[in-house]
Structure formats: structure tokens, C-alpha cells
């Protein structure tokens, strides 16, 4: 097995997820936050040998950032990280003491599916810039059934009178079956940066799946309506 940048990439963007991993043999790795309202998997250029545990995975991507893509052999209890004349011996930890996914897709059935609509990368981006210069950590993605319109808004959602920025979209199948609000805290927003198809559900779990499908979060908004 190696520690591919595709891998190291994803794993960087799930530790600001959850500070712990669990892997499972395959080339799909996963995660959830602690608070359990985020959910990801993501598929990736490596096939995964074998189940372990990494505690700290802030301080494993420590350890990768001083290796060159290096190759990865594996003990009873340790992964051993060689790249040329450097090797790193790191133990593993027991799965029972981080909490990890259950590297189950949540499938929406296609009857609960409100509306679709594609969230590009530079529109994401412009909204983490907007909440940043306003001091707002809302995001609320609205639509709008008599008109097909859907908005992103960054600013203070109960706030009326507050100062917001608006991204207007359109779905993806030029329908939306019933109006609806969802409020987000921007960091629980933790995607890394794709463009993705948006899922908005009748139930409140919403569904980033990036348009190469390599990579799909669930996330539970603060608010609903």
C-alpha cells in the first residue's frame, strides 16, 4: 500500500472532521464527526490491506508531510512508513476508543428528494469569504417550488434587517416539490473542494456527493423548514 497525495488529500479534509480514523480494506475511506452531523465516504486510488485504528490523525499527517509518498507495510499492532532511507514505525490504536464510521452509504430515496442542484467550488469559496468578511457563521440554502429558484445565502438568517450575500442557483431537474429552508453552521460545512450535486431531502440529513462521485458528505443542518 502507498500513501498517495489522492489519500492524503482526503484524509487532511477528514481531520477537521473527526481528530480519529478508522480503515477498513478497500479504497473507500470514511468518517464522522463526533457531534454525528457529518457523515463522509470517499473512494480513493488505494487499496487498503487491512483494519486499523489511527488516534491522532492530525499528528499521522505529520509524520506523511516528512515522507514522499511512502510505501506502507503493516504488523500486528504498527504501520511501517518507508521512503527511501527513511522509516516510520507508528502503532496503531484500539478501535474501540475513537469514534468511527460505519462505512454505510445513507441512501434518499428518490420519493424524499425535494430538489437537486449543483454547488460548484468557487461558489463554495465565495461563500466562506462571505461569512468571513460579514461575521456570520450561517449559510442557508433556500428554494422556492412556484419559481424553481434556489438561493445560498451567507449572513444572520434571524436577523432580516442584517447584511447578507446571495448565490441564486437552479435545480437540476427543473422541479422543486415544496418550499423549503435549510440553516447551516459554516463549519460543519467541512467539503473539500469539488463541485458537487446537492441533495435536499424531505428529511434533514442533506447530500454533497462531488459530480466525479469520488467523494460524498451527509450533513445535518441547525435548522430546518
Request: charged residues 25%.
Amino acid at each position: 500500500m502507498q500513501f498517495t497525495n489522492n489519500l492524503i488529500e482526503v484524509l487532511r479534509n477528514y481531520s477537521i472532521i473527526n481528530s480519529s480514523i478508522l480503515f477498513k480494506p478497500g479504497n473507500i475511506v470514511s468518517t464522522r464527526s463526533k457531534e454525528l452531523n457529518i457523515v463522509s465516504m470517499a473512494k480513493v486510488n488505494v487499496e487498503i490491506p487491512v483494519e486499523f485504528a489511527i488516534y491522532d490523525l492530525n499528528e499521522f499527517l505529520g509524520i506523511l508531510s516528512i515522507l514522499n509518498e511512502p510505501k506502507a507495510e503493516f504488523t500486528k499492532n504498527q504501520i511501517i512508513l518507508k521512503d527511501d532511507n527513511k522509516t516510520v514505525k507508528y502503532t496503531f490504536t484500539n478501535v474501540d476508543s475513537i469514534i468511527s464510521s460505519p462505512y454505510k452509504r445513507i441512501d434518499i430515496s428518490p420519493n424524499d428528494v425535494i430538489t437537486q442542484f449543483y454547488f460548484s467550488s468557487s461558489d463554495f469559496d465565495n461563500i466562506l469569504k462571505a461569512c468571513s468578511i460579514l461575521k456570520s457563521k450561517d449559510v442557508t440554502i433556500e428554494g422556492d417550488s412556484d419559481t424553481g429558484e434556489i438561493n445560498i445565502i451567507a449572513g444572520n438568517y434571524k436577523d432580516k434587517t442584517s447584511s447578507s450575500y446571495i448565490i441564486g442557483t437552479k435545480n437540476i431537474n427543473d422541479e422543486i416539490t415544496t418550499n423549503f429552508r435549510r440553516v447551516f453552521n459554516i463549519d460543519n460545512l467541512k467539503l473539500i473542494k469539488r463541485n458537487y450535486v446537492t441533495t435536499i431531502p424531505t428529511s434533514k440529513l442533506l447530500q454533497f456527493e462531488s459530480d466525479d462521485k469520488a467523494i460524498v458528505y451527509w450533513v445535518a443542518p441547525a435548522n430546518a423548514e
